[in-house]
């Protein structure tokens, strides 16, 4: 098995940079995927292959990878950005999947 | 894309059920697809996924020999057969597509007596 690891809460105020990392040995090899949940609906993709922003989503998301650890930061946060996130990737087998436990993002 | 999941509901534990995701406005035939699900006030948990084919299927080990994923694609649908259902596989579950660039809203299966 292997393990993804995340803080379970953040918090800034409106305009500052949001930092939520997730780390894990398999992140050295594998590419992260970072999801926007809000509360009592289905997440989103707001980063893919550690660094790449779907569309749609806003600039100020932004992805970086380093060693065994990714970051997904949110430059200039806005209250609306309030959510959980989650780091997601693979196995070393590319088979199996896993969430990391959830980042409570808090703007206020 | 749209992505419609049904069949949840309340089951006993040990009974059954089987949750469908109907796929529209892309070509379900070539992508992954994928279950995932979250129980209450949890945090989001992989559950199966499958090959475009259907030739190959990834299970969560505690979910392993009690569901199966399947697919059909002349119909544009995944599939989640649950048996053995415990109360800890009391979760909405959401069918996506590939690394989750498109999920459901979710279905709701409670297991309870």
């Not at chain 1, 930092?19 to 289905?42: E, H, N």
């Amino acid at each position: 098995s292997f393990e993804l690891t995340q803080p379970p809460s953040v918090s800034v105020s409106p305009g500052q940079t949001a930092r939520i990392t997730c780390s894990g040995d398999v992140l050295s090899k594998k590419y992260a995927y970072w999801y926007r949940q809000k509360s009592g609906q289905a997440p989103v993709l707001v980063i893919y292959e550690d660094t790449k922003r779907p569309s749609g989503i806003p600039e100020r998301f932004s992805g970086s990878s380093s060693g065994t650890g990714v970051t997904l930061t949110i430059s200039g946060a806005q209250v609306e950005d309030e959510a959980d996130y989650y780091c997601y990737s693979s196995d070393s087998s590319g088979n199996h999947w896993m969430f990391g436990g959830g980042t409570q993002l808090t703007v206020l | 894309v749209q992505l419609v999941e049904s069949g949840g509901g309340l089951v006993q534990p040990g009974g059954s059920l089987r949750l469908s995701c109907a796929a529209s406005r892309f070509t379900f035939s070539t992508y992954w697809m994928t279950w995932v699900r979250q129980a209450p006030g949890k945090g989001l948990e992989w559950v199966a996924n499958i090959k475009p084919d259907g030739s190959e299927k990834y299970y969560l080990d505690s979910v392993k020999g009690r569901f199966t994923i399947s697919r059909d694609n002349a119909k544009n649908s995944l599939y989640l057969q649950m048996n053995s259902l415990r109360a800890e596989d009391t979760a909405i579950y959401y069918c996506g597509r590939d690394l989750g660039d498109y999920w459901g809203q979710g279905t709701l299966v409670t297991v309870s007596s």
